[in-house]
């Protein structure tokens, strides 16, 4: 097993920080294009008019705004932050135009984002923005997919390695942002498997053995009383529930919500068996730790780091600076699932120009040429991803199985979806998952029906 170098402290702490601002919660706690008036934008025009690269528009001095809840600006540190200041400088001479980052408390930014884009005049030309916001803004057509602002001319269209599309949104693609790799994975303690002579869950998964069967069986060994006190003192595993029911409803090919078809899945089967496996968890197992005593508090997303967990969901963002040594693998397969979608990501953010914004092509394409800077890394994140693990088959396992594996979902962005109550009378209250499902499905509907189609 070869142990990698870490990264510096400096660009670990940059990178978990931009990384945890789109995470859940609001984004506070913590994931991975244009031309002059003459380019060709019609779909039809022949390859060597689409593809030639056009001559650069004077702007007239317009400033091009881009707009986050953290400063976007590269911050000069690294030697890649420096040459694109530099290209950044390049790119404004070239447009004449002036590039500014806008930096908007994210408690204000979509209240500023909503009432600018009503006036017509966004407040910024490229706003980040997280899945769960932008569903009703694109609902309400207040955001422009990129097929009306890139050609087959732009890098995102092509070898993508200076911008890539966001997955899609409402059944298409609206946003884009640098390519990335990581996801929500299944992470185990190494040292704790060791000690309790547990088989390595990467072996398992090379060999086809990997499934809910196998790491309930795992989670089982796991907890134990080791100090004989007649109290369990490790368990098998932990996490919140709701991201645990999530995660575990996308392995098993299930949605909470289909947000591109309107659809609640509460009743789906695949959705069903996901909370019947859960419940079996924690109340007929018993193999998960409640550190709070509430299955239902956020603070559980922690409880790993104690090092008394053997297995737990966790994003890539979550696993700096611990205490232990771990090792990943993607969140298991259900009966119903495939290894094309491991976990759920309902914390998806990505950036997005506003319905409203002049030149929208040549804003993008200005944007987009601004990353294109010496590429130091072999894949993307791989710096990221190296400093966080330590071992080289754990980058791998994230960048080739769990990269890519992630699916938008997006119930928090419905009005009182019922997710927390549907688990809070399975987990607390002992209800019968059908039975539940059943009494939260007209109220899902009714959520869904609020925010429309």
Same mark, same amino acid.
């Given at each position: ?30 994931? %991975? *294009? $244009?031309?002059?008036?003459? #380019?060709?934008?019609?779909?039809? &025009?022949?390859?060597?008019? /689409?593809?030639?690269? !056009? ?101 995102? %269209? *092509? $070898?993508?390695?200076?911008? #890539?599309?966001?997955?899609?949104? &409402?059944?298409?693609?609206? /946003?884009?942002?640098? !390519? ?102 924690? *109340? ?170």
């Amino acid at each position: 097993m070869r142990k990698i170098q870490g990264l510096s402290i400096l660009v670990l702490c940059f990178m978990l920080i931009l990384t945890a601002c789109s995470g859940e919660n609001g984004g506070n706690k913590g994931t %991975n *294009n $244009e031309p002059k008036e003459s #380019a060709v934008t019609d779909a039809t &025009a022949a390859p060597e008019e /689409a593809t030639a690269t !056009p001559e650069p528009v004077d702007m007239g001095g317009r400033v091009i705004r881009i707009a986050a809840w953290w400063d976007l600006k590269p911050a000069g540190t690294t030697t890649s932050e420096k040459e694109r200041l530099a290209k950044i400088e390049e790119v404004e001479k070239k447009y004449n135009v002036k590039i500014e980052f806008v930096n908007v408390p994210f408690e204000e930014y979509m209240p500023k984002f909503t009432a600018t884009v009503l006036t017509g005049e966004p407040f910024a030309d490229i706003v980040q923005m997280e899945y769960k916001a932008a569903l009703p803004a694109v609902l309400k057509g207040q955001l422009l997919p990129i097929s009306e602002y890139t050609t087959t001319a732009n890098n995102i %269209n *092509n $070898e993508a390695n200076l911008m #890539a599309k966001a997955p899609p949104i &409402a059944g298409e693609v609206y /946003a884009f942002d640098n !390519p990335g790799a990581g996801g929500t994975a299944m992470h185990y303690n190494r040292d704790l498997f060791k000690k309790l002579g547990l088989p390595d869950l990467q072996e398992l998964y090379t060999g086809g053995l990997w499934n809910w069967d196998k790491f309930l069986e795992i989670a089982k060994l796991a907890t134990k009383d080791t100090d004989n006190d007649g109290k369990n003192d490790v368990y098998g595993f932990s996490g919140w529930s709701t991201d645990i029911f999530r995660n575990f409803t996308a392995a098993n090919g299930g949605k909470i919500v289909d947000e591109a078809t309107g659809v609640q899945g509460l009743t789906d089967p695949k959705t069903i068996e996901a909370a019947e496996f859960i419940n079996r968890l924690y *109340n007929t197992e018993n193999v998960v730790k409640v550190k709070t005593g509430d299955r239902m508090n956020y603070e559980e997303f922690n409880t790993f780091k104690d090092g008394d967990v053997a297995m737990f969901q966790a994003p890539a963002w979550n696993i700096g600076e611990l205490t232990f040594d771990i090792g990943v693998v993607p969140i298991p397969n259900g009966p119903q699932g495939s290894p094309e979608v491991t976990y759920a990501n309902p914390g998806q953010a990505a950036k997005f120009i506003p319905k409203g914004v002049k030149d929208a092509q040549l804003v993008y394409q200005i944007y987009e040429e601004t990353f294109d800077i010496t590429q130091t890394e072999e894949f993307p994140s791989q710096e990221w991803l190296e400093g966080l693990y330590n071992h080289e088959e754990d980058v791998a396992m994230q960048r080739d199985h769990i990269t890519g594996t992630g699916q938008i979902l997006l119930d928090d962005a419905y009005p009182e979806f019922p997710t927390g109550k549907f688990l809070t009378d399975i987990l607390v209250n002992n209800q019968s998952v059908t039975a539940t499902a059943e009494k939260y499905k007209p109220e899902a509907e009714a959520s869904i029906a609020k925010l429309g189609k």
